[in-house]
C-alpha cells in the first residue's frame, strides 16, 4: 500500500494504531524535551554572555568545565535533550517541506538522534577531562 | 491563492517559519559546535587556535546571528507552549511580540560586547 498522501499515519510501515501510537510518543517526546531545553539554553545563553564579557580563551572556559562533575552533568542532559528534540522537529520538516514519509526517514532520524548524542557527549567529556 | 496569502501573511505564519528555520540552522551547527568543543581533548593550545579563528569580523556576525536564533527558537517554543499547555489567557496574544522582543535583547546583549 503506497504511503502517500496518507499524513502523519503513514510514516511507518507498521499497523495503523502502532504508527499512531508512535507519533503520541514522539509528540510527548519532542515537548518534554523543549521543556528541559527551555531551562537549559537559558543557563545556555547566560553563560555565553558571561563569557563573552570576561574573555573567550581556552583557558577561560576550561577553567570553568575542568573537572566540574556539576558542568558535566547539566551537558549531558542539554545533550541528551538536544539528541531528542532535534531530529523529531527535522523529521516533522521531511515530512511537510520534502514529502518524505516513509519509514526510511524514521530510521535515518533515530541515526541522526544518535550521532548527536555520542558527538555531544564527547564534547562534553573533552571540555571536562582536558 | 488568496486564501494561501492571506494565511501565510498572519504573524503566527512568521513565527512558525522563524521557529522552524531558526531549528534547523541550529541542528546544522550542532556537528561544527560538537566538534570544535571536542578539540578540547587535543589541549588548551589547540582550543585557543580555534577561538582565535572564531576573532574574524565575519565568524563574529555569524556567531551574533547564531545567537538570535537560539533566542528565537526559545523565545519561540516557549510561546507553542505556553499555547498548549497553559490555559488561554488574552495576555497570550501578546506572546509573539515578546518572544521577538527577548529574542533580539538576547542578540544585542551578546553583539554588543564582540
Known amino acids: 500500500m503506497s504511503s502517500a498522501g496518507q499524513g502523519y499515519a503513514a510514516v511507518s510501515d507498521a499497523a495503523p494504531g502502532s504508527a499512531a501510537k508512535f507519533e503520541t510518543w514522539l509528540w510527548i517526546a519532542q515537548r518534554a524535551s523543549a521543556a528541559v531545553l527551555a531551562l537549559c539554553v537559558l543557563v545556555h545563553l547566560a553563560t555565553i554572555i558571561y563569557a563573552v564579557h570576561h574573555g573567550l580563551t581556552g583557558a577561560a572556559i576550561l577553567a570553568r568545565t575542568r573537572g566540574n562533575v556539576g558542568a558535566l552533568a547539566f551537558y549531558a542532559l542539554y545533550v541528551l535533550a538536544i539528541a531528542v528534540h532535534a531530529p523529531i522537529g527535522l523529521r516533522a520538516l521531511c515530512q511537510e517541506w520534502l514529502g518524505w514519509r516513509n519509514n526510511a526517514l524514521n530510521w535515518v532520524i533515530g541515526a541522526l538522534a544518535l550521532a548527536l548524542f555520542i558527538f555531544g557527549l564527547r564534547a562534553g567529556a573533552a571540555v571536562f577531562l582536558a | ?114
Open chain 2, 1 to 114: 491563492m488568496k486564501n494561501d496569502y492571506r494565511a501565510r501573511n498572519h504573524p503566527a505564519w512568521w513565527a512558525f517559519l522563524v521557529h522552524r528555520l531558526s531549528g534547523l540552522a541550529l541542528t546544522l551547527f550542532l556537528p561544527f559546535h560538537f566538534w570544535a568543543l571536542g578539540q578540547a581533548l587535543q589541549g588548551e593550545a589547540r582550543l585557543d587556535t580555534l577561538l582565535r579563528w572564531t576573532q574574524q569580523p565575519l565568524v563574529k556576525f555569524a556567531e551574533a546571528g547564531l545567537v538570535l536564533l537560539l533566542a528565537a527558537h526559545l523565545a519561540g517554543g516557549l510561546r507553542l507552549l505556553a499555547l498548549e499547555f497553559l490555559p488561554w489567557r488574552g495576555w497570550q496574544k501578546s506572546l509573539l511580540a515578546w518572544a521577538a522582543g527577548a529574542a533580539i535583547a538576547a542578540g544585542l546583549a551578546f553583539a554588543l560586547v564582540l
